[in-house]
């Protein structure tokens, strides 16, 4: 912002209204398209049908450290149970689970933490209820 504002560009509309071929050289690309879709010229081809997923990640930053088991696990439930949901929405199933959790790294002051377990089902599914039970357990 404040190279923007080094040339006189302080608000959107000024944006809007800058040649992109000269943000593009002093800038980034990333700014020219920013420029060019304020003037109108799309520069993400958008797809229609997006490509169905091979992996499906439902994660969590809380606000506060958690320190107890229970508060763990009715997050992990409510995040496996919204994975199972897009799973299903999909029509997918899996045959495992992974669980990731770890410490606040902006913090280092604090003991830093990072554990990932991964769970094999015996079948694949998308059933919440096994799901949850793979999480849990992990």
Not at 54 to 83: D, H, M, N, P
Request: hydrophobic letters at 35%; charged letters at 25%.
């Amino acid at each position: 912002m404040q190279r923007l504002a080094e040339i006189g560009i302080t608000t959107p509309l000024q944006l809007r209204d800058v040649d992109p071929t000269m943000i593009r050289q002093r800038f980034n690309v990333v700014l020219q398209r920013t420029v060019l879709e304020l003037q109108g010229t799309p520069c993400v081809d958008l797809e229609q049908d997006s490509p169905e997923s091979k992996t499906i990640c439902c994660s969590r930053s809380f606000g506060k450290a958690v320190e107890g088991f229970s508060e763990l696990a009715e997050t992990l439930t409510a995040y496996t149970s919204y994975a199972a949901q897009k799973m299903r929405r999909q029509d997918l199933a899996t045959a495992s689970v992974v669980v990731m959790v770890t410490t606040n790294r902006h913090k280092p002051e604090d003991a830093q933490y990072y554990a990932t377990r991964p769970v094999r089902l015996t079948i694949g599914t998308s059933d919440t209820g096994r799901l949850i039970r793979a999480a849990l357990w992990a």
